[in-house]
């Protein structure tokens, strides 16, 4: 049963060492997420899936490794304490760093989740993990639309605001209006939003449970919406 639940955003530019002279820019961010990982961590998981955007769908069992070699860093992250191989994608390699961070060194494993996948896949996704352990605890990471500025990843569309505004609002009520359910999955696509599909993994996983929320950030430097939440 899923016990608690961090959503974060997955930028490799959270790792100070990647940011360099910008890294204190990020520094309110990296704060809240060390807030919604430890929410997690104090409800005491006995495994914690790392949900993220990926290119293809599929799981990463515990060991599988994250390099930012591509982004110029010679930086490795692993992810929980097995002896797996397998690459990470970009979005898991941040989460494994950001549980590294928090001091978690019990399970851990991943999930990739592409932004082709369907609303009802998302959600049986969402059920699997919650029935994984007896005390499951979710790292979500996704980011909102990339077209927020002129100067954002994907320039500037006139419905980036509204749909993060609804995200805001999911994320900060755990979904209770199902504002997240209800996101379409098109409209993400085309306003660049990373998140919908790990967001609808996480509303499936927490059906029913009555899991209080806090939102602990939303904004949009650079151009992209940022978002970060606990979930208990």
């Known amino acids: 049963m899923l016990v608690a639940a961090a959503v974060c955003p997955c930028p490799p530019l959270l790792l100070p060492e990647l940011a360099a002279g910008a890294a204190a820019e990020l520094d309110g961010l990296r704060a809240a997420c060390d807030t919604a990982i430890g929410a997690v961590l104090a409800a005491e998981p006995d495994l914690v899936w790392v949900v993220g955007p990926a290119a293809e769908h599929g799981v990463f ?8 070699q591509p982004y110029g ?12 191989s397998e690459p990470l994608p970009s979005s898991l390699a941040v989460g494994a760093w950001l549980l590294e961070r928090s001091g978690w060194r019990g399970d851990a494993r991943g999930l990739g989740v592409p932004d082709y996948l369907e609303a009802e896949l998302c959600a049986a996704n969402g059920v699997r993990l919650a029935g994984s352990a007896t005390r499951v605890g979710l790292l979500v990471l996704g ?3 990339a077209r927020r500025s002129l100067k954002a990843p994907g320039y500037l ?8 505004e609804t995200v805001a609002r999911g994320l900060a ?3 209770a209006g199902g504002e997240l359910s209800a996101l379409d999955d098109h409209l993400a696509f085309e306003l ?7 967001w609808q993994v996480l509303t499936a996983a927490a059906a029913g449970l009555g899991l209080s929320a806090k939102l602990l950030y939303a904004d949009a430097p650079y151009g992209v919406g940022y978002f970060v939440a606990a979930w208990s």
């Open 61 to 68: 069992e515990e060991g599988g490794v994250g390099s930012f």
């Open 73 to 84: 860093v010679g930086r490795a992250v692993t992810l929980g304490p097995g002896r797996s």
């Open 143 to 145: 980011e909102g639309s």
């Open 157 to 164: 569309d006139e419905r980036s605001e509204a749909f993060d």
């Open 173 to 175: 009520g755990a979904d």
């Open 192 to 198: 660049m939003a990373s998140g919908r599909a790990p």
